[in-house]
Nanobody, 115 residues
Framework: QVQLAESGGGLVQPGGSLRLSCTAS????????MGWYRQAPGKQRELVAT???????NYADSVKGRFTISGDNAKNTVYLQMNSLKPEDTADYYC?????????WGQGTPVTVSS
C-alpha cells in the first residue's frame, strides 16, 4: 500500500510563489510517475505537471514557464515550484502517484491566489 503526504498550499498574492511537496511511502520499487493535478470549483480535475523517477517531465500548457516540477528519488518526493501565480491558478491541488498500473491520490491541498 502506498500513502501520500502533501504539504505547501496556502494563500498568496498574484505574482507570488509557492512550493508544494509530496512524499510517497510504502514498499516502492521500479518506475513511477508522480505529479500534481488541480481542481477548481465547478471544474474538472486537470493535469498540472508530472515527473518520472527517470526524470521525464510533462506540463500543462497553462503552467509552462511558471511552474517547475522536480524530484528526489531517494525520498520518493516531488516538488512543484509555482512562480508568477495568477488568480486562475486557484484550486485544490492533488498529488498523484502512479505505480504498477495503479493511481494513488493525496487528500489535496488548497492554493488560493488573491489580493
Amino acid at each position: 500500500q502506498v500513502q501520500l503526504a502533501e504539504s505547501g498550499g496556502g494563500l498568496v498574492q498574484p505574482g507570488g510563489s509557492l512550493r508544494l511537496s509530496c512524499t510517497a511511502s510504502g514498499s516502492i520499487f521500479g518506475i513511477w510517475t508522480m505529479g500534481w493535478y488541480r481542481q477548481a470549483p465547478g471544474k474538472q480535475r486537470e493535469l498540472v505537471a508530472t515527473i518520472t523517477n527517470r526524470g521525464s517531465t510533462n506540463y500543462a500548457d497553462s503552467v509552462k514557464g511558471r511552474f517547475t516540477i522536480s524530484g528526489d528519488n531517494a525520498k520518493n518526493t516531488v516538488y512543484l515550484q509555482m512562480n508568477s501565480l495568477k488568480p486562475e491558478d486557484t484550486a485544490d491541488y492533488y498529488c498523484s502517484f502512479r505505480w504498477q498500473s495503479t493511481n494513488y491520490w493525496g487528500q489535496g491541498t488548497p492554493v488560493t491566489v488573491s489580493s
